[in-house]
């Protein structure tokens, strides 16, 4: 099993569509959370991190269930700009990334 | 700051080359990572960096594949010799308390190609 599984996508949605991502985990001892975007021929860059409690940022919901080993993205009222690749990062120490789900948000 | 600074940006090279690519972390970020990124196998992690010691580099795929870090400022990944299936852009990143506090920093990456 993959320490850092995400679901595959890709995910084509409508402009203002609500959108959910998950990413799933093996080691319980991962201690930080984040979920980064990447944009098309570019590097990887932090979205948000993942907090215990859960956090928000404008339109997007980070969210952590320790109990079953997931955390996850809501990304509410998609832009045309929100098109991109999104990665979670599960970590003790090292940075080791989810596969990434594909985001595309049409007219 | 200027961020962290890879290069070269793009390289070609033929099979059998010798190739190096080089990463300048942010100053004072405690922790390298270098890491490769394929269509098919994503972002993988190849190896990690703690005060330039290595770490972890069970991620390194064979023998062909060394890294090293001989000061805070400077890291090399090298393939030696190159084939065809090592094309993929490879990317550095640097950290501060690792990931356990802190975000990675990426560079832009560099995208080998080896023919």
């Known amino acids: 099993r993959k320490e850092v599984e995400q679901d595959p996508g890709p995910f084509n949605v409508p402009e203002g569509a609500t959108v959910a991502f998950n990413c799933t985990y093996s080691?319980?001892?991962?201690?930080?959370f984040f979920w980064y975007r990447q944009d098309c021929r570019k590097e990887p860059k932090l979205l948000m991190s993942?907090?215990?409690s859960g956090n928000e940022d404008g339109r997007f919901t980070a969210q952590l269930n320790r109990a079953s080993q997931y955390i996850s993205l809501l990304i509410r009222d998609s832009k045309l700009s929100d098109s991109a690749t999104y990665l979670c990062v599960v970590n003790k120490v090292d940075m080791r990334f989810g596969a990434g789900t594909r985001l595309t948000v049409k007219p | 700051d200027a961020g962290v600074i890879q290069s070269p940006r793009h390289e070609v090279t033929e099979m059998g080359q010798e190739v190096t690519l080089r990463c300048k972390p942010i100053s004072g970020h405690d922790y390298l990572f270098w890491y490769r990124q394929t269509m098919m196998r994503g972002l993988e992690l190849l190896i990690y960096?703690?005060?330039?010691?290595?770490?972890?580099d069970s991620g390194m795929p064979e023998d062909r594949f060394s890294a090293k870090m001989p000061n805070a400022s400077f890291s090399t990944l090298k393939i030696q010799p190159s084939e065809p299936r090592d094309s993929a852009v490879y990317f550095c990143?640097?950290?501060?308390?690792?990931?356990?506090?802190?975000?990675?920093?990426f560079g832009q990456g560099t995208r080998l190609t080896v023919v």
């Open positions: 080691n319980s001892a991962s201690q930080s």
């Open positions: 960096f703690n005060n330039n010691v290595p770490i972890d």
């Open positions: 990143a640097s950290s501060f308390f690792g990931g356990v506090r802190g975000e990675a920093f």
């Open positions: 993942v907090y215990s």
